[in-house]
């Protein structure tokens, strides 16, 4: 299953938690706060002033490359 704008941080950490690295470059380096299993990766990308499309798609060409 592909990683949606819908999905929140700690959903996509629990598919590969390799994928923090991805967040971190973003931003993202509370990845472990309230808001990371509260808010959708769209919420978090506004909240962070960073493209929420940008990040979906980095986030799963890393996943896609990890199952090819």
Known sequence: MDVTKEMSIREVLMKDPGTARIFMEFGMHCLGCPHATAESLEDACFAHGTNVDE??????????????
Do not use: I, R
Request: hydrophobic share 45%.
């Open 55 to 68: 990040l979906v798609h980095q986030l799963n060409e890393f996943l896609a490359e990890k199952q090819g």
